[in-house]
């Protein structure tokens, strides 16, 4: 795994001991266990593709692929049990209808929440701007040290930089390549934004000169001749 998902082999082992518990969870009612087994992997599914654990790119596209393959292999077959208990059924429902009311509820205070948080972030920096303007210095401050860090490989010498990136992971050159592509792109607009601005103050400096400036010099050249 990668060095800052070094905790995903216990969360790997929780992943498969949730999906065993399928066959004992209700063994009178398929679809309790089709249903279970469908959600596990569905939040693992979104839980790989947030962290992106793996080590090598090929790892994390073939483990997401095997839980998007489970999870839509889970849900086609439910129409497929036959259930001929009632009460299971009901009960099936009712679980449903409960999951999808907890879903809803749970959607709707992460949004609530994270526009309040908002509102309260917005509301601290208007009420309190120095401390803000601080907490904001610091953070540039922090990614300023955290970017010389980079630009001078934490001091390392050559042979060991060499090894350092000989060492890394797939997924970890391929951010290393964004990294780059994103200072080369920035630092292009920038330059390109500079000599935009340099040429528009040297039109305006044109259009701010006297008409008759043109007219002087001419006389001037005339008389000394």
């Not at 497929?80 to 409960?98: G, H, R, Y």
């Not at 609530?112 to 509102?119: K, P, S, V």
Request: proline fraction near 3%.
């Amino acid at each position: 795994f990668r060095a800052d998902r070094w905790y995903w082999g216990s969360v790997f082992l929780f992943r498969n001991l949730l999906l065993s518990l399928a066959s004992v969870l209700e063994p009178a009612n398929p679809y309790t266990g089709v249903m279970y087994l469908g959600l596990v992997a569905l939040g693992f599914l979104v839980a790989q593709c947030v962290c992106w654990p793996w080590r090598t790119h090929m790892l994390n596209v073939l483990d997401t692929a095997t839980l998007i393959a489970m999870v839509v292999v889970v849900f086609s077959t439910v129409p497929f049990i036959e259930v001929n208990d009632e009460a299971a059924i009901q009960s099936t429902k009712d679980n449903l209808v409960t999951l999808m009311v907890l879903v809803f509820g749970m959607a709707t205070m992460i949004v609530f929440g994270t526009i309040m948080g908002n509102i309260v972030t917005k509301v601290r920096e208007v009420r309190n701007p120095a401390a803000f303007r601080k907490k904001k210095e610091e953070e540039e401050k922090l990614l300023m040290q955290s970017w010389s860090h980079v630009v001078s490989c934490c001091g390392l010498e050559s042979r060991r930089q060499k090894q350092f990136v000989t060492n890394l992971g797939s997924f970890d050159r391929e951010l290393v390549f964004k990294l780059a592509g994103i200072v080369d792109l920035e630092l292009a607009q920038s330059v390109s934004s500079s000599k935009r601005s340099t040429r528009r103050v040297a039109m305006q400096n044109a259009q701010a000169a006297p008409p008759d400036a043109a007219a002087g010099g001419g006389g001037g050249a005339g008389q000394v001749e």
